[in-house]
């Protein structure tokens, strides 16, 4: 069974830094991409990054410059790196897998979650 738990969320004043976490099991990680999506209330669920076997990386608009993806494939765990954060960025923050488009965040395996707040 696929699981991923994503931790690391939290309370954080403007300008400040979180890493957000997932850990993944029940699938061969390291062979597989993985994606971190977000979603504000009221609004869409919107793709933020994504981190491809080899380590190819993508980013959002939004968000580039500012965070990062990583992986730790000996962890079965992906990283989401997030800098200068802003109120705009509070959102509960998700790890997926197994996405067929990032565009509309269709996705086989989702977490439960993470809630991001920034706010002073």
């Known amino acids: 069974e696929v699981q991923l738990v994503e931790s690391g969320g939290g309370l954080v004043q403007p300008g400040g830094s979180l890493r957000l976490s997932c850990a993944a099991s029940?699938?061969?990680?390291?062979?597989?991409?993985m994606s971190w999506f977000r979603q504000a209330p009221g609004k869409e669920r919107e793709w933020v990054a994504s981190?491809?076997?080899?380590?190819?990386?993508f980013d959002a608009d939004s968000v580039k410059g500012r965070f990062s993806i990583s992986r730790d494939n000996a962890k079965n765990t992906v990283y989401l790196h997030m800098n200068s954060l802003k109120p705009e960025d509070t959102a509960m923050y998700y790890c997926?897998?197994?996405?067929?488009?990032?565009?509309?965040?269709?996705?086989?395996?989702w977490g439960q979650g993470t809630q991001v707040t920034v706010s002073s």
């Open positions: 029940g699938f061969p990680f390291s062979t597989y991409a």
């Open positions: 981190i491809y076997p080899g380590d190819r990386r």
């Open positions: 997926a897998t197994r996405c067929q488009s990032v565009d509309t965040a269709t996705c086989n395996n």
